[in-house]
């Protein structure tokens, strides 16, 4: 480093008392052997108290060691500075700044340095609240419970928190920098693009998912995107929330099966099942085959065998007959011991064969269960017969009837009579 060559020490001297901030000259000891005349009111001393004496006399060994360093590299020839709380009187304490300044003679040679200081209090209160800011932030934002990701406009991580990263595993610790498919594999990303692209457009998305791929998973997860703008409303960054709902959304999926379902046998809700019906006749290019079926002897097993019997044999039924249909057909439970089955694309040849096909899966299932039940079945066909899903049940009702009052253990249609049973 090249020497710094000042002017002579009384022209320097004239000038630093016209110079409002403190500035002192100090020999290689430390020694003051110069200050100007703002430096005496912010010592708070004579002239005569100050000159001669050393840095750690004036102002106490944690000074000195706090300057040490900076003098030393200014006797080096180099410009240094250093920071330190001045705890003196008569000021009340106070942060500055400290520059060293090396004198050097026209040899190269460092007699002596010169320090000028200057008030940064104000300077360092705000700054060192803006960093205790930033670490409360930082531990809030790592120790809330809900994973929380900050990502750029190209979707590469800058920040995860620690729930984030628990989440996923080991994969959480390589994740900065990298983009979502890096982290999270191309499926993931790809099926949540849409949510990304719509934050990145300045608009908040939510998104909920079972997601599998996580530390005790699978569960149920709702992410929310909320972009980031700066001061002139672009958007730079995009935050991530995710919540597990996964207790909600069971809860609310129990429900709606409980609403959909038959308790006891699993079969569609006679409610559920009437919606199918309705849903199912707006085809009109499609012919729906509906069949109402009731056990026979059904009473008899309860008041034999108790109702734990009948339980059991109902549910037997509701799942052979689901058994015995296609998956897309529909079978539920109207109530006690009936039920209804709704078959697409069967006219009346095809609901006539099905229906001995139920009548045969009723009777096997009780015979399987040890019990003398059988089942009379009517059925109406849509659109032949009607367009209205209450008439259609109506009328699949009205052969059932038939068909019980004809004998039980048999199928018929609307207005058809009855088909035994073989013998």
């Known amino acids: 480093m090249q020497p710094i060559v000042t002017a002579p020490t009384s022209q320097f001297e004239r000038l630093a008392n016209v110079v409002a901030l ?30 001669g004496g050393t840095l750690t006399a004036l ?6 060691q706090a300057a040490r360093p900076a003098f030393e590299r200014a ?4 410009i240094s500075s250093y920071e330190r709380l001045l705890t003196h009187a008569p000021h009340p304490e106070r942060w500055v700044r ?6 050097a003679g026209p040899d190269g040679t460092v007699a002596s340095v010169f320090t000028i200081a200057t008030d940064i209090h104000q300077d360092v209160v705000q700054r060192d609240a803006l960093i205790a800011a930033r670490k409360r932030l930082d531990r809030f934002t790592d120790n809330i419970p809900m994973p929380l990701v900050y990502l750029d406009v190209e979707c590469r991580l800058r920040f995860v ?8 595993g080991s994969v959480g610790d390589a994740a900065l920098g990298r983009h979502v498919s890096e982290v999270r594999g191309e499926a993931i990303w790809l099926e949540q693009k849409p949510y990304y692209d719509k934050a990145l457009a300045g608009e908040p998305s939510h998104f909920s998912r079972l997601v599998r791929r996580i530390v005790g998973g699978p569960r149920w997860m709702r992410t929310s995107y909320y972009p980031d703008f700066d001061d002139s ?3 730079v960054g995009i935050y991530t929330l995710s919540t597990d709902v996964h207790e909600l959304t069971s809860t609310q999926e129990r429900l709606r099966r409980s609403l959909e379902r038959d308790a006891l046998t699993d079969a569609l809700s006679r409610q559920t099942m009437m919606s199918c019906i309705e849903y199912s006749l707006t085809d009109t290019k499609q012919e729906y085959a509906l069949f109402f079926i009731d056990l026979d002897g059904f009473k008899a097993v309860n008041d034999e065998m108790g109702h734990h019997a009948g339980d059991r044999l109902l549910a037997a039924v509701a799942a052979a007959l689901r058994g015995a249909v296609r998956v897309e057909d529909a079978v539920g439970r109207f109530g006690g011991d009936e039920f209804l089955v709704l078959a697409r694309g069967c006219g009346h040849a095809q609901a006539q064969a099905l229906a001995e096909q139920l009548r045969r899966t009723v009777q096997a299932t009780a015979t399987a269960a040890g019990v003398n039940v059988s089942a009379s079945i009517g059925f109406a066909i849509a659109p032949t017969d009607t367009r209205d899903p209450v008439a259609l049940l109506q009328y699949a009702d009205a052969a059932m009837y038939a068909a019980k009052y004809s004998g039980k253990n048999r199928v018929m249609p609307l207005g058809k009579p009855g088909t035994d049973a073989p013998a």
Not at 24 to 44: E, K, M, Q, S, V
Not at 75 to 78: A, I, L, S, Y
Not at 98 to 103: A, K, Y
Not at 161 to 168: I, Q, S
């Open 22 to 51: 403190p500035i002192g000259r100090w020999d290689r000891n430390a020694r003051l052997i110069f200050c100007n005349t703002p430096y005496l009111a912010w010592a708070g001393r004579r002239q005569e108290e100050l000159l």
């Open 59 to 64: 102002f106490g060994e944690a000074a000195w």
């Open 75 to 78: 006797f080096q020839g180099e």
């Open 98 to 103: 400290i520059q060293v300044f090396p004198e």
């Open 161 to 168: 928190n620690r729930a984030w990263r628990e989440m996923v």
């Open 233 to 235: 409303g672009h958007v």
